[in-house]
């Protein structure tokens, strides 16, 4: 995150926006924008079958011989150094086969971070792993034991003894804002934006609003804990790992122990839930570390309180919004301040500031956040980082600056509508929100919503409604590749190393590849989650589905270029050139003449050939410099508010979305629920409780954590505009991370609309209400 960054950045878009529009990727639509057949049906997950029946393996049920079980030792202080460690019980104790210490780990150095620099990156923390005596944060990693059981494992680490001598840490958030540090860039964006005279704006607006939101730090909690089974073959290398970064990870560990790219294999075919936590984090590396010591396979699965303490989770914010409006609504100034907690040794800022930059226009801005250095567990990315709480202070204020306006809030927010990007100037890729609020707001019955709050009543409880707007920028990664193999029966086989963590990448991929194959989906498969396949793209920040749709396109490009120069001169094809064909009816066609056309399986017998196989890359995601594209939502909740007790009950929610191309409806309603399910965690229960004293977090467990149960969640309605991206392969972007967007505001608007108290610090707790 640096000057020199955003110098890089600057130059590029500015080239981009000499170069013809029809040299660069997205300049022009994807053929099969508008081709609908195996694409936008809804097809049942590939791997359904193998998961309901208990055939599905993940990391931490890969039998080995001779395995042996980890656990981890985690520091209680929260700075300081290690001044006496005491494993002489814990060695003999019974079934240990192993203590792992910084006095025996072999020397390695650190990953390289995860970053827009470096996106083939995989480190979440630049802090050595078991290399010194140093104690950075409270539960950092101060030895492992190894042990024939995991409940002899467990047991000896009990007995391991541990003394300190501590050190002055930095743990209160208050504290920190006085030596906080202000990057020069988030992300591929500038992180200072001034335009105009916001200040002055604001104070001769009409209208106002200027209010301070803070949202707590969050924990990930997937259903799957963080775990890894782990075997030297001699000098090779091979983990089986719960991640979402495999390509990435091989490629890491490779470095860290000296190895070649090719003798290190990562596997992952099932993840069960990421949201961004299922990177490369100190356990593998504990894990491959004491494999090699004890020449024996190693299983680690990191307990609950274990991934509290040493995988990070969403930073904690301090949010100043504020907004000027002149007499007709239109935004005179807006202002998106603040903190949110970035650690030196960190790579994942959560970058909440961004938000403000695209979804509405106003006369001026100021924008700018602010990094606090504490020692804590380095934070990392989780489902929409810093969208999903910058969105929150951002539309609350919008819903505030409407009702001290007296007008609707949807009404409010079409007037501020932009039609371009309100900071770079550039015209939108595409973007119907309007169009998503209308429908939205028709279908939940918008219209009986009450202006004035504690209108409506049933008994004890008070009842109301809110709305928000959601967005969360499009990303593609560069380097994805698949290898495509057409057989000489008509069959493919598609291969990459990408990951499937439970959103249907397979099953979406197949259906993709149908269309642009002309095949039927049960001709094709996919295999994923092995390093050894062709790089695939990291599962991250909603990008995995374009960057491999963008690969597959590529593959097949090459894979008719083979064809027609397979097919000879005796043929209906000769003389057609790739621009004058497709890949259609199970083989290739003249696109002029649909006559001409003759079928895979004839091709490839008449050239003798059993197969042919090709590999294509995305490419360097240029659109998205080019083109300011992003997903947006209008998300609806009507909820109640129990006078007596404070209590919330959401009854129903809505999510109108509009995010391209929808390649499957059953998948992509999950994904939107799913995030919308996440984002009422974040408004209604979830909370890191961290005590400054030490550095601790003291609800490391599902018991003291409150995530939303069954109970909690109410009725999800999701519909979408369904209107193609033209700048991107297929006209889709992501769709993992838009549905939290919005939710937690819409949730806190109506909260205040059933009983006119505003909440601005979340979650919002039965003492907020009372």
């Known amino acids: 995150m640096s000057r020199i960054q955003n110098g890089i950045f600057s130059s590029v878009r500015t080239v981009l926006g000499w170069v013809p529009e029809q040299w660069l990727p997205g300049g022009k639509p994807d053929p099969l924008i508008e081709y609908r057949a195996a694409v936008g049906r809804q097809d049942s997950r590939r791997d359904g079958p193998l998961k309901v029946s208990g055939e599905a393996r993940y990391a931490a049920e890969v039998p080995m011989e001779r395995l042996s079980y980890a656990v981890l030792v985690h520091s209680t202080i929260a700075r300081g150094e290690i001044i006496r460690l005491d494993t002489v019980a814990a060695e003999k104790a019974p079934g240990v086969v192993l203590v792992l210490t910084h006095r025996n780990m072999p020397r390695i150095s650190t990953p390289a971070l995860i970053g827009v620099s470096n996106v083939s990156a995989a480190g979440n923390s630049s802090l050595p792993v078991l290399q010194d005596a140093e104690i950075s944060y409270n539960g950092q990693i101060v030895a492992a034991v190894l042990a024939e059981t995991q409940e002899q494992a467990d047991h000896a680490a009990s007995l391991i003894h541990v003394d300190y001598i501590t050190q002055e840490a930095s743990t209160c958030f208050e504290a920190a804002k006085a030596h906080a540090k202000t990057p020069a860039s988030l992300q591929m964006d500038k992180n200072h934006v001034s335009i105009g005279d916001a200040p002055g704006e604001l104070a001769r607006a009409a209208y106002r609003v200027d209010n301070i939101y803070r949202t707590q730090g969050q924990n990930h909690n997937a259903l799957e804990l963080h775990a890894c089974t782990v075997a030297w073959e001699g000098e090779n290398l091979v983990v089986h790992d719960a991640t979402q970064m495999i390509a990435s990870s091989a490629k890491a560990l490779a470095k860290l122990f000296g190895l070649k790219k090719e003798q290190v294999r990562v596997l992952s075919p099932h993840v069960g839930g990421g949201f961004g936590a299922k990177g490369l984090w100190d356990h593998q590396i504990v894990a491959v570390a004491a494999s090699r010591l004890a020449g024996r396979p190693v299983r680690l699965v990191l307990s609950r309180e274990s991934v509290y303490r040493i995988v990070g989770g969403r930073s904690p914010t301090e949010q100043r919004v504020a907004i000027g409006a002149d007499e007709e609504g239109r935004f005179t100034a807006l202002m998106h301040t603040g903190y949110s907690v970035m650690p030196s040794y960190g790579a994942c800022p959560e970058a909440f500031s961004l938000c403000a930059r695209a979804q509405y226009r106003a006369r001026s801005f100021e924008i700018v956040q602010h990094h606090l250095d504490l020692n804590v567990a380095p934070y990392t990315f989780m489902r929409a980082p810093g969208e999903a709480v910058g969105n929150f202070a951002l539309e609350c204020a919008i819903d505030e600056l409407a009702h001290k306006m007296g007008i609707d809030p949807i009404e409010l927010r079409r007037r501020n509508d932009p039609d371009r990007h309100p900071i770079h ?81 397979a099953t979406a991929q197949v259906q993709h590849a149908a269309d642009r194959l002309g095949l039927p989906v049960k001709a094709i498969t996919f295999e994923i989650g092995d390093s050894a396949l062709p790089a695939g793209p990291p599962a991250f920040g909603s990008s995995q589905t374009v960057s491999l749709i963008k690969a597959v396109a590529a593959a097949a490009d090459k894979l008719l270029a083979e064809l027609l120069r397979l097919a000879g001169n005796d043929t209906p094809l000769a003389g057609l050139r790739p621009s004058d064909a497709r890949l259609v009816n199970e083989g290739v066609a003249s696109i002029a003449d649909a006559t001409r056309h003759e079928r895979y399986d004839s091709i490839l017998a008449r050239a003798a050939r059993e197969e042919v196989a090709v ?92 995530i939303p149960a069954h109970l909690d969640v109410p009725p999800i309605d999701v519909i979408w505009t369904g209107i193609p991206d033209p700048r991107a392969p297929l006209g889709a972007r992501g769709v993992g991370e838009i549905g939290i967007t919005g939710t937690t505001a819409a949730i806190t608007n109506a909260v205040f609309n059933a009983t006119g108290t505003r909440v601005r610090d979340l979650p919002i707790t039965l003492e907020k209400m009372l």
Request: with cysteine; charged share 20%.
């Open 615 to 706: 590999t294509g890359s995305g490419g360097m995601p240029t659109e998205m410099l080019r083109y300011p594209m992003h997903s947006s939502s209008a998300i609806f909740c009507e909820l109640r508010v129990s006078e007596a007790t404070g209590e919330v009950r959401v009854d129903r929610m809505l999510g109108a979305f509009d995010c391209g191309t929808i390649l499957n409806p059953k998948t992509a309603a999950s994904q939107f629920r799913g995030g919308m399910i996440m984002g009422l965690g974040l408004a209604l229960t979830e909370e890191t409780l961290f005590d400054e004293r030490n550095g601790r977090i003291m609800n490391a467990t599902l018991a003291d954590y409150h």
């Open 425 to 505: 100037g550039d015209p939108f890729s595409q973007r119907a929100l309007l169009e998503a609020y209308e429908k939205g707001a028709g279908r939940f019955g918008w219209h009986r919503r009450t202006a004035q709050p504690r209108m409506r009543r049933d008994g004890e409880w008070l009842i109301g409604m809110g709305c928000a707007s959601g967005s969360y920028p499009y990303n593609r990664m560069p380097g994805a590749t698949v290898r495509l193999t057409l057989r000489s029966n008509g069959s493919v086989r598609i291969e990459s190393s990408a990951q499937d963590m439970g959103m249907g990448t």
